[in-house]
């Protein structure tokens, strides 16, 4: 049995699903694993970098108190008084730094310097981030190597165990292409446009469910499924590949008629990844609205369902589906992440 | 670097495969996982017990002479006389034996008492034949957990990683049910009917494409599908169910115009298997024939393909599907089971 530090670097909606996650799982995690934890990290624009290496306690942070940034909350739950990620994680004396904050699609920054910080602390980083995988991924698998730390990041695409599942359970395979659909609002605007309503009431939608990102803009014109396409290549097909490598048209283009008629004669449209080695070596990869057939793997992906198809050397084809994720997936691609970087050491 | 002494028990169609994906992967092994091979140990009815520490030589075993157990090819590839399942493994100094005999339904035996041989022996044991986890799965898990050895068995089921999975990406999750197709030669005979063929001709289809089980009534009566999802329940959710537990109907009784009109009505019939846990917590499984609407996860598998559909406690719905996998497939849950066992050892 080890009691692990867990600092959060972020703290939105998925972090409050992952702080609900660790509590109810606490159990599971101490009899199957040997983990225990507390939080003794957390950091926020808001609320600032606070720290206590006793632990905070899990019931504030999820306080209505805490989300406003009162001092009188942040005083209560024990605050020592770093000024930046390393006296934090010092203070914090972090074990797994969760780094959960929004994604900054054009540098990675500050996120990238953030889990370097972290790994070069000595604490395993688990992030839902994509940023790091985009901008900087060779970098930091190298640094986490060289100081035996775990750097991993399940939560970051389609709510599945995708990255996992290629590291753990499929050794010694060469991935040739993959397929996917990885953006849910562009399948809900889709779905509501069938029905015969407008782009916008497709957006209004999305946002109702609470699966768009805060720009909608970043869903529906192909970035959120650009940035994904480039981090599954990145670490899966390891070739580096930039996001403006990416061919990527969004469904703005789309026209309603196009989409219903489309549906009717059951290909609908879907914004669709793909990424496929080229004769020479590289990568070529692609996002954008193609239709589907009935029969086709990605067929599989209604509503919020997120899908992926992989044509490997070995097994003809191999398709995951995720079937209406939610941010309780998301929490728990960290939490599992969490469990596999520290399961060696208890 | 370190090399792994392999033995392997039963060598039919599977086990050449094998052979060929070592020698195909060999580099990558060697590069990626440090680990070498060489097979000191096979064991056949015809063949016997042959073994020889230094290493058979893989051609050799490839060859007709061997497959037709004339002596002078054993003789050549260097033959040391044990005359059981303990001598041969300690003969061959082995490392890691493949368990690769046709499936014994009812008792799992000889098997079950092979794989306790190897284990007992400090072998690890990586296995294709679902009759050891059906009959023994928690006698032998507790033996390798003993031992410190793995007992592997991802090329049992469905020709996808699904026990890897659950073991190495989905931590702390409760599987709460199941539904899948796990039976390919009743998918074949199927959409043979539905094309206007009759069930015997399905059947010879099926024989034609190598699906078939030695015994197609094996299939057909559902069997071969009853077994896998027992093999499932028992490890995945942790129930000893045993098969005369799992409600069992096959595929003969359907009419062929039935079976035309459901595939015209787009809700063809498919041999589905479904466990659950029920209220009193106990494990309710059945395999029968099935209509599958068009939107339903299990529809994305046709033909020879393999599907399955988990209800876990966090993530509202999960599928893999296998495309069309073949006895490379299979070879290959042997062979990342391999790497799996030994991986931390280089």
């Known amino acids: 049995m080890k009691t692990f530090n867990l600092c959060f670097l972020g703290f939105g909606n998925v972090g ?37 290496a006793e632990g905070l306690a899990s019931e504030s942070l999820l306080s209505a108190e805490f989300a406003a940034g009162s001092s009188s909350s ?28 929004s994604l900054e699609p054009l ?20 992030t839902a981030n994509k940023g790091t995988i985009v ?52 399948g809900v605007i889709l779905e509501e446009m069938e029905r015969g309503r407008t782009f916008a009431d497709g ?6 469910l609470g699966v768009t990102e805060t720009d909608p803009a970043y869903d529906v014109d192909g970035w959120d499924a650009a940035v994904k396409t480039c981090a599954l290549a990145n670490v899966l097909m390891d070739a580096p590949l930039s996001l403006d490598e990416i061919e990527r048209e969004g469904i ?26 080229t004769a ?12 589907i057939a009935a029969d086709d793997p990605l067929a599989a992906a209604g509503g919020t369902s997120l899908v992926i198809n992989f044509e490997l050397d070995i097994l003809p084809g191999l398709t995951l589906t995720a079937h209406h994720p939610d941010l309780r997936s998301t929490a728990y691609g960290l939490l599992s992440d969490f469990i596999n970087a520290v399961r060696a050491e208890t």
């Open 16 to 52: 409050h699903a992952l702080v609900r996650l660790l509590g109810e799982k606490s159990a599971e995690m101490r009899e199957e694993y040997g983990i225990e934890w507390r939080i003794t990290g957390m950091a926020t624009r808001r609320a600032g970098w606070i720290a206590s």
């Open 74 to 101: 942040q005083s209560r739950i024990g605050v020592s008084p770093p000024t930046n990620v390393r006296e934090w994680l010092e203070a914090a004396r972090c074990d797994v730094m969760f780094e959960i904050t």
């Open 107 to 126: 540098t990675g920054q500050p996120a990238v310097e953030h889990v370097r910080a972290a790994l070069e602390s000595g604490a395993h980083v688990v």
């Open 135 to 186: 901008h900087a991924y060779r970098e930091l698998r190298a640094l986490a190597l060289s100081r035996g730390r775990h750097f991993l990041f399940d939560a970051t695409v389609a709510d599945m165990p995708v990255f996992s599942l290629f590291r753990e359970c499929l050794p010694a395979v060469r991935l040739q292409a993959f397929r996917g659909i990885f953006n849910s609002t562009t």
């Open 203 to 208: 957006v209004r939608r999305a946002q109702t």
């Open 252 to 277: 703005r283009g789309l026209d309603a008629e196009d989409v219903r008629a489309a549906r009717a004669a059951g290909r609908p449209y879907k914004l669709v990844s793909r990424a496929e080695r």
């Open 280 to 291: 020479e070596g590289r990568i070529a990869a692609r996002v954008g609205a193609e239709q």
